[in-house]
C-alpha cells in the first residue's frame, strides 16, 4: 500500500511553518525554543512572568527584583546617572569639536525634558550655575561629579568624593574596547 496523502500533505504544511516560524523569529529576533515538535505556526509569546523586570532579560541587580511597572523617581534618576557617569566614563581624553557639542546640548536637552519635570527644573537652575565642562574625560567625569554632588545635597543626601569617581564609574565593560568612542573628525572640527 502506498503512503496516505494526507499524512503527506499534513507534513509537508509541517515543515513550511516551521521555515516560516524560523525566518519570522529571526526578522523580530525571537529565540527558538529548541522543540521537536513539527507543526507550529506561532512564535513563541512571551508570558506575564517573562515580562517581569527581573526575568526578562535576566538581571542580577537589586532595582530589578520588582515586577514589571512604571519606574520611581528613585529609579529613573539611578538609571539617569549610570548612562550619565558612564558617558562621563567613555568620553575621550581628546574629545573632537563635535563631541564637546554633543554633551553641552545632551544637558540641556535633559534639563527640558527629563521625565520628571521637578527634577528637571532643578537641573536647568544646576546647570546655568555649573556651566558643562568638557574639554577632556578628566574635566568631563569631574564636572558631572560635582553637579551631581549639587542634587546630592538639595536632596539631604552624603556627597560623592570625586577623587573616587574612576573608580566608581569605569569604563564600560564591554570586550576588546569595542565600545569605546572613538574622536572621530568632522568637517566641522576642522575650523
Ligand atoms: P543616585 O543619586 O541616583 O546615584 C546613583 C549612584 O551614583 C550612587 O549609588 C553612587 O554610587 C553614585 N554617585 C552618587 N553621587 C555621585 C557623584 N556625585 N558622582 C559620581 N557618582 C555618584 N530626585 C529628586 O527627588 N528631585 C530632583 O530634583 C532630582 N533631580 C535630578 C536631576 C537629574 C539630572 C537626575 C539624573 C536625577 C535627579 N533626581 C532627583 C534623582 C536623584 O538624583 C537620585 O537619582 C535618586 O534620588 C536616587 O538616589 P540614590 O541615592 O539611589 O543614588
Given at each position: 500500500m502506498g503512503e496516505n496523502p494526507l499524512e503527506a500533505i499534513c507534513i509537508t504544511i509541517g515543515r513550511i511553518s516551521m521555515a516560516v516560524q524560523t525566518n519570522l523569529s529571526k526578522l523580530i529576533k525571537i529565540p527558538q525554543k529548541p522543540?521537536?515538535?513539527?507543526?507550529?505556526v506561532s512564535p513563541p509569546t512571551p508570558t506575564a512572568s517573562m515580562l517581569a523586570a527581573d526575568s526578562y532579560p535576566p538581571h542580577s541587580t537589586?532595582?530589578?527584583?520588582?515586577?514589571?511597572g512604571p519606574v520611581t523617581r528613585e529609579e529613573l534618576g539611578r538609571a539617569t546617572w549610570t548612562f550619565i557617569h558612564t558617558l562621563g566614563a567613555q568620553?575621550?581624553?581628546?574629545?573632537t569639536r563635535q563631541q564637546k557639542k554633543d554633551v553641552k546640548e545632551l544637558m540641556a536637552i535633559l534639563s527640558r525634558i527629563y521625565p520628571c519635570k521637578e527634577c528637571a527644573d532643578h537641573f536647568k537652575e544646576v546647570l546655568s550655575s555649573n556651566p558643562v565642562q568638557a574639554g577632556s574625560q578628566t574635566e568631563f567625569s569631574q564636572w558631572l561629579c560635582r553637579v551631581h554632588n549639587v542634587v546630592n545635597r538639595s536632596l539631604g543626601k552624603p556627597t560623592f568624593p570625586c577623587e573616587q569617581v574612576d573608580a566608581r564609574?569605569?569604563?564600560?565593560?564591554c570586550e576588546h574596547r569595542m565600545c569605546d568612542l572613538q574622536g572621530t573628525m568632522t568637517p566641522f572640527d576642522k575650523y
Open positions: 522543540t521537536n515538535v513539527q507543526i507550529s537589586d532595582t530589578n527584583t520588582k515586577q514589571a568620553y575621550q581624553e581628546k574629545p564609574w569605569g569604563k564600560l565593560d
